[in-house]
């Protein structure tokens, strides 16, 4: 049975370059960041949250559209092992969408909290006990450090918020990846200032405008175009079905 890729080192999974060694360094983050959620409160549980959705949605978008085509391509039964995993990803872009919508003090939250948790180490455990051995097995050293230079770059550039809506395969969100990146980013960038202002005035004006452009998001990810390619069991209808 192939070993996890949790119990191997960075050698054995190819060098600092590798596919492999980029994800077990987010997963290592991501636990660390789940295991501060559990005991933070108030702003700082926000806080950590936050640092949670800047890691997992380019990190899960990275993987949608570089890594699970390729284990598509490479493993028989790569439709049902990367489907497992979109399921997930999708499970947590619709948490998050709701935790979003919820006052701190909401009893709803904890519970979505929990979930959240729940999926993020599911998934974990799934890519590294699973998929990313299969992939070892299937790829070369050089196949898997030359994916690792695309996952990266394509980590750097992605959208950093859940978008639900959007295909979890190509051509979706492929061509959604642009528009949302922008947006996305230009958020983050409004949001920091708004928490750094200490006028009441500026800091109102800036979360207008980060919302206005998360209407904006919203409304391009239901375009057609950027929902194709949706397997049906990770698909949200539109509201017009």
Do not use: C
């Amino acid at each position: 049975m192939p070993r996890s890729v949790a119990d191997q080192s960075t050698a054995e999974l190819g060098g600092r370059l590798s596919v492999l060694v980029r994800q077990k360094k987010d997963h290592v983050e991501l636990d660390r960041l789940l295991r501060r959620l559990r005991e933070a409160r108030g702003e700082e549980q926000d806080e950590v949250l936050l640092s949670i959705y800047r890691l997992v949605f380019p990190h899960a978008f990275a993987e949608e559209a570089v890594l699970w085509p390729v284990m598509r391509r490479v493993l028989t039964d790569g439709q049902d092992l990367t489907l497992e995993v979109e399921q997930e990803h999708q499970e947590v872009n619709e948490l998050v969408s709701q935790l979003d919508r919820l006052d701190r003090s909401d009893a709803q939250r904890e519970p979505l909290l929990d979930r959240l948790t729940e999926v993020l180490r599911e998934d974990v455990r799934d890519e590294e006990d699973e998929l990313f051995p299969r992939l070892q097995e299937a790829l070369t050293l050089r196949q898997l450090r030359w994916l690792g230079v695309m996952w990266e770059v394509l980590r750097r550039t992605a959208p950093t918020r859940a978008h639900p809506v959007v295909a979890r395969r190509p051509p979706g969100n492929v061509v959604a990846a642009v528009p949302l990146t922008v947006i996305d980013r230009t958020r983050d960038l409004a949001d920091y200032a708004a928490r750094l202002s200490s006028s009441d005035t500026t800091t109102s004006a800036l979360r207008s405008v980060s919302a206005a452009l998360g209407r904006g998001a919203e409304r391009i990810e239901h375009l057609p175009l950027m929902r194709q390619g949706e397997h049906p069991s990770t698909r949200v209808p539109s509201p017009a079905e």
